[in-house]
């Protein structure tokens, strides 16, 4: 387990070495290096015992971020998307025998937050569709009626949460638009966190609190749009 992730470091080295000449070459290795240390802390949870799921997580993390700062250092999009692709991974790596949600959606939140900070650095905004994607698919076995009311309604919480994420730094991202950039990316994330917010409240709301949860978030919404035209 040692040697697995010392090798992975020293990948990630490699690559921090290699991507000032080749930037492709050097995302590979960045890539290769998180994989590496992710699979070997893997192992570490499934064959020994070894870290506690939320310390593996966090390892696994630390890798993830480094790639993001590669990334954001050498301006490679497509490296970002490579780290937010792992990251969303990482907890199915953490070999627990049943699925922890609270860490799970804690963890998706820091990796959101960390994303969206990434998006106002670099104007990468197909991230933030990318993290829409992520969230609703890790929310999804939530939406069924199999798991207990008690999660359910911490799952809406979260869900809540992440689509005011979503919005408030969809607008903040509408405000500083120039002319057409970005602007496709902007109205496909709107429609996503629209449709995630309908799904979740007609899916885990209360019947009788529904009517209620729709106009509340029309009226933010609403008010997220005049902002948005009155800035602008």
């Not at 499934?46 to 966090?58: D, G, I, K, S, V």
């Not at 971020?65 to 990251?87: C, K, Y």
Request: aromatic share 14%; hydrophobic share 60%.
């Amino acid at each position: 387990i040692v040697l697995g992730l010392l090798l992975g470091v020293v990948i990630l080295c490699i690559a921090t070495w290699r991507i000032r000449t080749h930037a492709h070459q050097g995302g590979v290795f960045a890539v290769l290096g998180s994989a590496t240390i992710v699979l070997t802390l893997y192992a570490a949870r499934e064959a020994y015992n070894m870290f506690t799921p939320t310390t593996a997580l966090a390892l696994m993390l630390f890798s993830v971020v480094f790639v993001a700062f590669l990334a954001v250092q050498h301006n490679s999009q497509n490296l970002a998307l490579s780290a937010l692709v792992i990251g969303a991974l990482a907890p199915q790596f953490t070999a627990v025998p049943a699925p922890d949600m609270i860490m799970n959606f804690s963890y998706l939140a820091i990796m959101v937050l960390g994303t969206l900070w990434v998006v106002k650095l670099k104007e990468w905004d197909a991230l933030t569709f990318g993290a829409l994607i992520i969230v609703s698919l890790y929310g999804a076995p939530y939406l069924s009626p199999w798991y207990n009311p008690g999660e359910r309604d911490v799952a809406l919480l979260f869900a809540f949460f992440f689509t005011a994420v979503f919005f408030i730094a969809n607008i903040l991202g509408l405000i500083r638009e120039n002319g057409a950039k970005n602007h496709l990316a902007h109205t496909v994330t709107a429609l996503g966190t629209g449709l995630y917010l309908i799904t979740w409240i007609h899916t885990v709301g209360a019947p009788e609190w529904q009517s209620m949860l729709y106009i509340m978030w029309m009226l933010v919404f609403t008010i997220g749009s005049f902002l948005v035209n009155r800035v602008r």
